[in-house]
């Protein structure tokens, strides 16, 4: 089964300043996808960043970008120039490229409170 | 970009009764359907995965005959907690699948918090 591992429970931040949110996953799959989403105090989920897993080059979204590494089974956030509005929790997910149904299910890790502070 | 509504936003209800929650897909075609829980300061635990016209996969140790799920059309879904106990006050957020979306996005309901007196 695979298993998603956020290890930071709460990461704080300055505004203006960058900050690494870190995530670990176990697949025996070799193609699949990852993600981070954010979940703010109003509790929607939104979608950060995505990357594939047969891509090699890492995901940049605007301030957001990745560290994929699949040898080592990591996946870290790059936040830069950290906002006010950055706040939230972040929860790295993952789910295999193919299948549909159950199959296709995301596994979040356990999440990281990012605090931005002035 | 894909909509999912989801109803009530937040529910109170007396021990004992039933609660329906409602999710749609407002501009796609749901193929698949997941309904999850989130307990404070936690992470989202899957409760099953519906896919329209069959029988919803519930996750070990959900209890299918609790939380009822119903994924009658292409665009909605639902999940009844039946019999509610204090104990199934929770946060319940849906997320919709499609096909067609070829970006393999899930798109998530805004979430509805069950408080069970």
């Known amino acids: 089964a695979q298993t998603v591992t956020q290890s930071q429970p709460e990461m704080s931040v300055q505004e203006a300043e960058t900050v690494t949110l870190s995530c670990t996953y176990d697949t025996s799959e070799s193609d699949y996808y990852l993600f981070w989403y954010k979940q703010p105090p109003s509790r929607q989920m939104i979608l950060v960043i995505r990357q594939e897993a047969y891509k090699q080059q890492n995901a940049t979204e605007n301030r957001f970008s990745v560290n994929f590494q699949k040898a080592a089974k990591s996946f870290s956030l790059k936040i830069s120039d950290s906002q006010l509005g950055d706040a939230a929790m972040y929860f790295c997910a993952y789910r295999p490229h193919r299948g549909t149904g159950t199959a296709s299910k995301l596994t979040f890790g356990t999440g990281t409170r990012l605090q931005v502070t002035l | 970009g894909a909509v999912v509504s989801q109803h009530p936003s937040r529910v109170i209800c007396k021990s004992g009764t039933s609660v329906k929650i409602e999710c749609r897909s407002l501009d796609f075609q749901a193929t698949t359907m997941f309904w999850y829980r989130q307990f404070p300061k936690q992470s989202l635990m899957l409760m099953a995965t519906?896919?329209?016209?069959?029988?919803?996969?519930?996750e070990q140790g959900v209890e299918k005959d609790k939380f009822l799920i119903n994924h009658a059309s292409l665009t909605l879904s639902t999940l009844t907690v039946t019999s509610a106990h204090p104990e199934d006050s929770s946060f319940y957020i849906c997320?919709?699948?499609?096909?067609?979306?070829?970006?393999?996005?899930?798109?998530f309901g805004s979430g509805t918090q069950l408080s069970v007196l």
């Open positions: 997320s919709a699948r499609t096909e067609v979306v070829a970006n393999e996005k899930l798109f």
């Open positions: 519906s896919n329209e016209g069959s029988k919803a996969t519930y």
